[in-house]
């Protein structure tokens, strides 16, 4: 593995906006990097597991934190492509498996590692571990909405963009009962801010 040739590439991502905070007339001064929802994202799933693991159940830490980091590294070449965009992508995770598969083997990573890798990104909301990634990746698009309220930022585009991480939450929280309390706190702190 060529870990410069790796770092050059993944330093992309501390430039690359989350797109789509700007179609929700969010500044681009105020948007977070892909690079800075990969640490919001892994913070989150590591406290989750403690939380799923205080609820009875058995979790692989090391592939839930693995996941985390990895979730978004396809954004290196495809970059950050916005919820309102998503729906003319009809290939999506195949372009992101192929983006993956490139910058991996372009960085010298053997056989084996980038096909755990390729394997963790498809496992993402399936299974326990894919989906606490899952709720984690959409967690921290949630803890985002405080803090632009909290800033000031209001817009419809901002309220849709809410409501559609709510609808997209529900398939990962679905037998797990205790994650309801999360997203109760979560929205009652939004709430205070209309």
Same mark, same amino acid.
């Given at each position: ?41 892994? +913070? ?39 919820? +309102?965009?998503?729906?003319?992508? +009809? ?8 983006? /993956? ?12 590692? +980038? ?32 803090? /632009? ?46």
């Amino acid at each position: 593995m060529n870990l410069t040739k790796f770092m050059q590439e993944y330093n992309i991502l501390k430039k690359t906006p989350r797109t789509g905070w700007l179609s929700c007339a969010v500044p681009l001064a105020e948007v977070k990097s892909v690079a800075e929802h990969i640490l919001d994202t892994t +913070t989150i799933a590591m406290l989750l597991i403690e939380t799923f693991k205080e609820n009875g159940y058995s979790v692989n830490s090391s592939r839930v934190l693995k996941l985390a980091l990895i979730h978004d590294w396809a954004e290196m070449r495809i970059l950050d492509i916005p919820y +309102t965009s998503k729906k003319y992508f +009809t290939n999506k995770l195949g372009i992101e498996e192929s983006a /993956l598969r490139d910058i991996l083997g372009e960085s010298g990573f053997c056989e084996d590692i +980038t096909e755990e890798y390729i394997g963790l990104c498809k496992s993402k909301g399936h299974g326990l571990e894919g989906k606490i990634v899952g709720v984690a990746d959409l967690l921290s698009m949630f803890f985002e909405h405080i803090e /632009l309220r909290k800033r000031g930022f209001r817009s419809r585009e901002l309220d849709d963009h809410y409501k559609n991480c709510k609808d997209d939450i529900k398939k990962y929280c679905r037998g797990y009962e205790f994650l309801n309390d999360i997203l109760a706190d979560i929205d009652a702190e939004i709430q205070s801010y209309e």
